[in-house]
């Protein structure tokens, strides 16, 4: 046995020895340079800096007292650093951080004047109390990058988040520079006072705090808050309310007996789409009776969703409610597998490609995480069935080439990138690729001494982004791209030096700040259309990021 074991782990040793990359190639150049504190401009030492080579070992140093470091003994070739410090570079920052710089070196080449940019995270901290100044424990406080709810696509997200401690007090660190809303939940149940009921009767009437942004109430624009790189708000500070509080109590029924013997998950989230990150409640049903209850739910306009999964299959259900100024009465919510949507898909032209490993999916816009995508592969005569789509809205992609022309649901016309499916809609779901698609050239002037741009097309339509239109390539030294198989439409197009602008993409509030870089552009059917821009600098893209004041 000792020696099967000795075997095994002799022969593990040498796979892992085999798998390492080899070592980094040796020559007589030398990368080196600085590092330096973005808010500051001053030297960062015990940063760790990485160079890497594509197919080799990476080599390491850490920054000295002034922020310098060197690697000795390079090949010629193309390699990458990377230079990372806890506290630095947060992942919220837009643009990508300088950390990772290409860096191209010649034969005997000595670089020494590389320079990177750390940004500093900032911090938000504050302390949560009651009416009477008391300090209220366990409230949920997040910071919310202010912008995204221009559009209103989607919830508001954190950038991060953390719940006040004992003392009431909390603190939100790593923050990226730029504009925040903050906002507490304290999802705490409170017996309220009652002349006629001793304590711990179960009829006490209860109450919760209200939640809030900071500068009080759902409005979030009120307490706007500016946070420039690296700085500390150290006083932003909540008084939070108390306010009636129910129990939300009701039952979950349809599906089968499997089904709720295993148990049902229960969501309630505020008709607001724009809180449902920040603001949820959630259960599950008993398994013996099928029951659920949600405490501490203040009045308001909530949905109630109810999920489950059975053999891969989603079975949900949702329901639009309204918690007054009383208890709401038990409610009944009955879960189903979805509607069965049959449809078609077909070319406007004769010299379409086949339809062989196509897909139709649909893609959840309103719901809850759970809610996945639903896909089915479609038949060679273009024909298909989507199994147990959930009600609510959906966005429709096509895995064929070509788009999506025209979209009709039960004789009705909708748009791909959004429509109602209710539990009662039988379709059929048509669809019309079109197959002339447009191309696209973008002009720019070229950069010199071997510097990288990259073009950016994007729908001029909010609505439309996330749907796979976006493109982003690395243009040449010829100062040209082509952005070939566009759907036509109307797009925005800019170029720009700084690395990796996809999360660009990913931020409507940042798109509308830079319109006046970008140039509109209406791209026919089967047309050919130019554009001529600028190219948009880093530093230039900096300046406009800065936080405003509120």
Same mark, same amino acid.
């Given at each position: 046995?000792?020696?099967?074991?000795?075997?095994?782990?002799?022969?593990?040793?040498?796979?892992?020895?085999?798998?390492?990359?080899?070592?980094?190639?040796?020559?007589?150049?030398? %990368?080196?340079?600085? &590092?330096?504190?973005?808010?500051?401009?001053?030297?960062?030492?015990?940063?760790?800096?990485?160079?890497?080579?594509? =197919?080799?070992?990476?080599?390491?140093? $850490?920054?000295?007292?002034?922020?310098?470091?060197?690697?000795?003994?390079?090949?010629?070739?193309?390699?990458?650093?990377?230079?990372?410090?806890?506290?630095?570079?947060?992942?919220?920052?837009?643009?990508?951080?300088?950390?990772?710089?290409?860096?191209?070196?010649?034969?005997?080449?000595?670089?020494?004047?590389?320079?990177?940019?750390?940004?500093?995270?900032?911090?938000?901290?504050?302390?949560?109390?009651?009416?009477?100044?008391?300090?209220?424990?366990?409230?949920?406080?997040?910071?919310?990058?202010?912008?995204?709810?221009?559009?209103?696509?989607?919830?508001? *997200?954190?950038?991060?988040?953390?719940?006040?401690?004992?003392?009431?007090?909390?603190?939100?660190?790593?923050?990226?520079?730029?504009?925040?809303?903050?906002?507490?939940?304290?999802?705490?149940?409170?017996?309220? *006072?009652?002349?006629?009921?001793?304590?711990?009767?179960?009829?006490?009437?209860?109450?919760?705090?209200?939640?809030?942004?900071?500068?009080?109430?759902?409005?979030?624009?009120?307490?706007?808050?500016?946070?420039?790189?690296?700085?500390?708000?150290?006083?932003?500070?909540?008084?939070?309310?108390?306010?009636?509080?129910?129990?939300?109590?009701?039952? $979950?029924?349809?599906?089968?007996?499997? $089904?709720?013997?295993?148990?049902?998950?229960?969501?309630?989230?505020?008709?607001?789409?724009?809180?449902?990150?920040?603001?949820?409640?959630?259960?599950?049903?008993?398994?013996?009776?099928?029951?659920?209850?949600?405490?501490?739910?203040?009045?308001?306009?909530?949905?109630?969703?109810?999920?489950?999964?059975?053999?891969?299959?989603?079975?949900?259900?949702?329901?639009?409610?309204?918690?007054?100024?009383?208890?709401?009465?038990?409610?009944?919510?009955?879960?189903?597998?979805?509607?069965?949507?049959?449809?078609?898909?077909?070319?406007?032209?004769?010299?379409?490609?086949?339809?062989?490993?196509?897909?139709?999916? $649909?893609?959840?816009?309103?719901?809850?995480?759970?809610?996945?995508?639903?896909?089915?592969?479609?038949?060679?005569?273009?024909?298909?069935?989507?199994? =147990?789509?959930?009600?609510?809205?959906?966005?429709?992609? &096509?895995?064929?080439?070509?788009? *999506?022309?025209?979209?009709?649901?039960?004789?009705?016309?909708?748009?791909?990138?959004?429509?109602?499916?209710?539990?009662?809609?039988?379709?059929?779901?048509?669809?019309?690729?079109?197959?002339?698609?447009?191309?696209?050239?973008?002009?720019?002037?070229?950069?010199?001494?071997?510097?990288?741009?990259?073009? &950016?097309?994007?729908?001029?339509?909010?609505?439309?982004?996330?749907?796979?239109?976006?493109?982003?390539?690395?243009?040449?030294?010829?100062?040209?791209?082509?952005?070939?198989?566009?759907?036509?439409?109307?797009?925005?197009?800019?170029?720009?030096?700084?690395?990796?602008?996809?999360?660009?993409?990913?931020?409507?509030?940042?798109?509308? *700040?830079?319109?006046?870089?970008?140039?509109? %552009?209406?791209?026919?059917?089967?047309?050919?259309?130019?554009?001529?821009?600028?190219?948009?600098?880093?530093?230039?893209?900096?300046?406009?990021?800065?936080?405003?004041?509120?």
């Amino acid at each position: 046995m000792r020696r099967a074991l000795m075997a095994y782990f002799l022969a593990a040793a040498g796979l892992a020895q085999i798998q390492q990359p080899p070592p980094m190639p040796v020559g007589k150049g030398s %990368i080196g340079g600085v &590092v330096t504190d973005g808010a500051r401009h001053a030297p960062l030492k015990k940063v760790l800096v990485t160079v890497i080579r594509p =197919g080799a070992n990476t080599l390491t140093a $850490v920054t000295d007292a002034g922020g310098r470091f060197v690697f000795h003994d390079l090949a010629p070739g193309d390699y990458w650093l990377n230079a990372s410090k806890p506290g630095y570079d947060p992942p919220q920052a837009m643009p990508s951080p300088r950390a990772n710089a290409p860096i191209q070196l010649k034969e005997d080449e000595q670089k020494r004047n590389v320079e990177i940019s750390l940004v500093p995270g900032g911090t938000i901290a504050g302390k949560v109390v009651n009416q009477e100044g008391a300090a209220v424990r366990g409230c949920n406080v997040t910071a919310v990058p202010a912008g995204f709810e221009k559009t209103r696509r989607g919830p508001l *997200a954190g950038a991060g988040g953390t719940a006040t401690n004992d003392t009431g007090d909390y603190r939100i660190s790593n923050l990226a520079p730029g504009n925040y809303y903050v906002f507490a939940h304290c999802q705490t149940e409170l017996p309220a *006072a009652h002349a006629l009921l001793p304590r711990g009767d179960p009829r006490t009437p209860h109450e919760t705090y209200l939640p809030q942004f900071y500068g009080g109430g759902l409005d979030p624009a009120a307490g706007k808050l500016s946070l420039p790189a690296g700085a500390n708000l150290d006083s932003v500070d909540f008084q939070v309310v108390r306010a009636p509080a129910f129990t939300l109590r009701g039952s $979950v029924a349809g599906g089968d007996q499997e $089904v709720l013997a295993a148990g049902v998950n229960i969501m309630l989230l505020p008709a607001n789409r724009l809180l449902r990150n920040l603001m949820s409640f959630g259960a599950a049903t008993d398994a013996q009776n099928h029951t659920f209850e949600i405490p501490a739910v203040v009045p308001g306009s909530y949905v109630l969703f109810a999920f489950a999964i059975q053999n891969g299959r989603q079975l949900t259900a949702q329901r639009i409610m309204q918690v007054g100024a009383s208890q709401p009465d038990p409610l009944e919510i009955s879960i189903s597998s979805g509607a069965e949507l049959q449809g078609s898909v077909q070319f406007d032209c004769d010299d379409h490609p086949p339809f062989e490993n196509g897909q139709v999916m $649909v893609s959840p816009l309103d719901a809850p995480p759970y809610v996945s995508q639903v896909a089915t592969q479609i038949d060679r005569d273009g024909a298909f069935t989507l199994a =147990g789509v959930p009600s609510g809205r959906w966005r429709l992609t &096509v895995s064929v080439p070509g788009y *999506a022309k025209s979209v009709s649901l039960g004789g009705q016309p909708v748009s791909p990138e959004g429509f109602q499916m209710g539990a009662s809609t039988a379709g059929p779901l048509r669809i019309v690729m079109g197959c002339k698609l447009a191309r696209v050239s973008v002009s720019f002037a070229a950069v010199a001494d071997g510097g990288q741009i990259w073009a &950016v097309i994007y729908p001029d339509n909010p609505d439309q982004l996330g749907a796979g239109v976006e493109r982003v390539v690395q243009a040449s030294g010829t100062g040209h791209v082509e952005f070939d198989g566009m759907p036509p439409g109307r797009y925005r197009v800019f170029a720009t030096d700084f690395q990796n602008p996809w999360p660009m993409l990913e931020r409507p509030d940042l798109l509308e *700040a830079l319109q006046h870089a970008t140039a509109v %552009i209406e791209a026919a059917e089967g047309g050919h259309v130019g554009a001529t821009v600028e190219i948009l600098r880093r530093e230039d893209l900096e300046r406009m990021l800065e936080p405003s004041a509120p």
